[in-house]
Antibody
Framework: EVQLVQSGAEVKKPGESLKISCKGS????????IGWVRQMPGKGLEWMGI????????RYSPSFQGQVTISADKSISTAYLQWSSLKASDTAMYYC???????????WGQGTLVTVSS | QSALTQPASVSGSPGQSITISCTGT?????????VSWYQQHPGKAPKLMIY???NRPSGVSNRFSGSKSGNTASLTISGLQAEDEADYYC???????????FGTGTKVTVL
């Protein structure tokens, strides 16, 4: 069974850094793209970017380029999303997703709620 | 690259059929057969319901079906049930720099 298990909820202050994680299991982690999707409170889904753990090829949506960093450690089947300096507007639920093909998101993690507040 | 356009809300009575539209451009919906649909209940992660325009993953009810005409894709839910009340999002691969785009989302209400 394919599973994406994300790290727990975070409460941070503006300007702080953060790295959240997503551990894949039940499939070959290095053979599928892993992506991140943002959902701000009461809003829709926004695709942020993807990484191919096999060779760390990474692509970003222009809206998120330079705002976040996506990485992966294939030795522990884990992908990451990190911020160097959080803003209040980063408050959202973040989902990691598996792209069954680069063209389709087929599995979702349970989500990590990030709250940024002074 | 803007989000794909969906109606904000659609409603129907139990047993009826409803259709949700998803309008994009020739760079996404119209250019590829890579449209997917997701169902999201409150407080839950989205779930894949349709992929590649009209294919259902294993375990998804055959009451859900997808189609596409030009730059508009559609999701039809037949025999509407109370459990179908949720938010629905379309998505598409896109040739633009963004690579992947979601729709604006549609709230389905079962009357």
């Amino acid at each position: 069974e394919v599973q994406l298990v994300q790290s727990g909820a975070e409460v941070k202050k503006p300007g702080e850094s953060l790295k959240i994680s997503c551990k894949g299991s039940g499939y070959s982690f290095t053979s599928y793209w892993i992506g991140w999707v943002r959902q701000m409170p009461g809003k829709g889904l926004e695709w942020m970017g993807i990484i191919y753990p096999g060779d760390s090829d990474t692509r970003y949506s222009p809206s998120f380029q330079g705002q976040v960093t996506i990485s992966a450690d294939k030795s522990i089947s884990t992908a990451y999303l990190q911020w160097s300096s959080l803003k209040a507007s980063d408050t959202a639920m973040y989902y990691c997703v598996r792209h069954g093909a680069v063209t389709t998101v087929d599995y979702w993690g349970q989500g990590t709620l990030v709250t940024v507040s002074s | 690259q803007s989000a794909l356009t969906q109606p904000a809300s659609v409603s129907g009575s139990p047993g009826q059929s409803i259709t949700i539209s998803c309008t994009g451009t020739s760079s996404d919906v119209g250019g590829y057969n890579y449209v997917s649909w997701y169902q999201q209940h409150p407080g839950k992660a989205p779930k894949l319901m349709i992929y590649d325009v009209s294919n259902r993953p294993s375990g998804v009810s055959n009451r859900f079906s997808g189609s596409k005409s030009g730059n508009t894709a559609s999701l039809t839910i037949s025999g509407l049930q109370a459990e179908d009340e949720a938010d629905y999002y379309c998505s598409s691969y896109t040739s633009s720099s963004i690579l992947y785009v979601f729709g604006t989302g549609t709230k389905v209400t079962v009357l």
